[in-house]
């Protein structure tokens, strides 16, 4: 069982206080089905004069044990459930932040997303099931040990019977775990569709082929998926009604069979069908919920597979002791850095390099291209969120490896153009409320957010404004070198220059690097350098600078 699996991963010892619990209730449901059996055998035998006291306290008190040990296993696997989803979620999201980034943008970010909040969302709705799912098992073995000390021969025929049964059923059972996990792919389809729907909201408004196109693939996908959520609600209740008949072909051997091989059986036989009937109900439950457990065991089966392989996914600089890099830095080295992206078989993959590039720091470096021409993966192995595949990265002679790659991504702040703008400033050492103030004002954002203690008032804003206050972050957060991909093209004309003749010259003042990918040719001057990338080579340009010096 996957789910009881992803129990044990809780901290603690829920699964020590859960046998603690079904044990307390198993033993009382015996307990309190012999003493209904006595007290019965002893009406049949000496007719009923009086209430039994004994018998009565002896009841009374087991079925306080046993409701009281019920209750605790149906609370506590609900409590410890929810615990141990939010522990796992926890989990899935640390290693996701310690993921590496290019294998993590292969798995794709919806897929994560959906398989952390699906699957945690079923465990969740579906607890009081798992509960009452384990409850009846133990209910139901309890009473299956009762049946093996009242008389050996029917629990042998009743085990029998219950096994085949129980082998059957769970066959059923597979077959309809198989379909349910379609299902959920199938579900999973849907879901992209529909965000795509939203996401892609403007360019299917603009083109009725296209959005003709999409309603027919997004039938196609939700016809598949009404067809498999049907198919799996037949299978279900064809599992239903086969529980049923086993259990109806359970009291018919209890009744017709076993006496016929045991002449003393006679004596027993009220008192095995009593204990089968008792079985009833906990069976029926069984049955019931095994839809819902088969479905919480695809979920936690899910749940622990993506934790292996984001486990498995776990980046270079996470596996070793990290070390730190000197705070400042004279020169750079990229040594012959070549980084390819897998491709489908019979395609040209698209590499980038070899590159061979150094930087001083306090420089100003553009770095231009043209579409597709492999600018952002540049980018994304300068900063180390690639791994490149071939050659080597120095700070001042220093190789970089996985012990300095934390360090080495710790030199850059970044606004990448795809970039996230937090509204918490998560990261940002001991903020100087009045450098943020002045920093606003100086990126002419101050009228319409403020930072309130640890965050943004509004975000809620145009992307140029967005950028100006990822840029503010970028400027927090003390970096050694700013990292900004196309940072200007949201920008209106005014603080376009603004931020080229005047952000960019101040920034230098103040020590920093920083690397800028840009379109904007009226402001290569405002480079010491330009590097151009095509099709993955990057070369050199001599550029002049605004004062006419050419470098
Ligand atoms: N995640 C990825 N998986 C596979 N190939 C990719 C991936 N990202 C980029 N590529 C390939 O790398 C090429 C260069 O992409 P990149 O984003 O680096 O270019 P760019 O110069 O930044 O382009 P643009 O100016 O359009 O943003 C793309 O054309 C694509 O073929």
């Known amino acids: 069982m996957k789910v009881l699996e992803l129990l044990a991963t ?121 509960a009452q799912a384990l409850r009846s098992a133990i209910l139901t073995v309890s009473v299956l040990i009762y049946i093996l000390w009242l008389s050996p021969l029917a629990f042998c025929m009743v085990l029998a019977v219950t096994l085949v049964g129980g082998w059957l059923y769970a066959g059923l059972g597979q077959r309809l775990m198989e379909r349910y996990q379609h299902m959920m792919v199938e579900e999973a389809k849907l879901f992209e569709g529909i965000t795509g729907l939203f996401d892609g909201i403007k360019e299917i408004r603009l083109s009725s082929a296209r959005s003709e196109d999409f309603g027919r693939a997004f039938t196609e996908v939700t016809d598949r998926a009404t067809a498999i959520r049907t198919d799996v609600q037949i299978h279900g209740f064809q599992q239903f009604i086969f529980g049923q008949v086993a259990f109806y072909t359970l009291l018919a051997v209890v009744v017709f069979v076993v006496p016929t091989y045991a002449d003393d059986f006679r004596h027993e036989v009220v008192k095995v069908t009593t204990a089968v009937l008792f079985m009833i109900g906990p069976v029926g439950v069984l049955i019931q919920t095994m839809a819902i457990l088969a479905q919480c065991n695809a979920a936690a089966e899910r749940m622990l597979a993506l934790d292996r392989q984001l486990g498995a996914m776990a980046d270079a600089s996470e596996v070793v002791t990290p070390r730190p890099l000197p705070q400042t830095f004279d020169t750079i080295h990229f040594k012959g850095l070549e980084y390819t992206y897998p491709a489908p078989e019979g ?57 300095t790659l934390k360090a080495w991504r710790g030199m850059f702040a970044t606004v990448f153009t795809d970039f996230h703008l937090f509204q918490r400033l998560h990261g940002v050492p001991e903020l100087d409320s009045a450098e943020a103030r002045q920093l606003l004002q100086w990126l002419e954002i101050d009228k319409v957010t403020a930072i309130d203690g640890d965050h943004f008032a509004h975000i809620n804003l145009s992307t140029g404004q967005r950028k100006r206050l990822a840029l503010l972050v ?29 952000i960019l010259p101040e920034l230098k003042r103040r020590g920093l690097t920083v690397i800028a990918v840009t379109h904007d040719d009226h402001y290569f001057d405002a480079a010491d350098r330009r590097v151009h990338l095509e099709e993955g080579q990057l070369t050199e340009i001599k550029a002049t600078r605004r004062s006419g010096e050419v470098v």
């Open 474 to 502: 970028a400027l927090l957060e003390k970096r050694p070198i700013l990292v900004l991909d196309e940072w200007a093209a949201d920008q209106d004309p005014h603080f376009r220059r603004f931020f080229y003749y005047e």
């Open 347 to 403: 395609e040209q993959p698209f590499a980038v390099g070899p590159i061979h590039l150094q930087l001083r720091r306090g420089e100003i470096v553009f770095v231009t291209g043209g579409n597709g021409s492999g600018k952002s993966t540049f980018m994304k192995l300068l900063t180390g969120l690639y791994t490149p595949h071939f050659g080597k990265i120095s700070v001042d002679g220093e190789e970089i490896g996985p012990s």
């Open 10 to 130: 809780q901290q603690g010892t829920p699964r020590i206080r859960l046998l603690g619990s079904a044990f307390v209730a198993g033993v009382g449901s015996v307990v309190l089905l012999a003493l209904v059996n006595i007290a019965a055998e002893h009406i049949a035998r000496s007719g009923y004069d009086q209430v039994d006291w004994p018998l009565a306290i002896a009841f009374a008190l087991t079925a306080a044990a046993f409701f009281g040990g019920e209750f605790y296993l149906v609370a506590r696997l609900g409590a410890d459930m929810e615990t141990v989803i939010d522990q796992f979620r926890v989990r899935l999201l640390n290693r996701i932040r310690r993921a590496d980034y290019a294998q993590m943008e292969r798995v794709g970010q919806e897929r994560l997303f959906e398989s952390i909040t699906q699957t945690t969302q079923t465990l969740s709705q579906n607890t009081q099931y798992l």
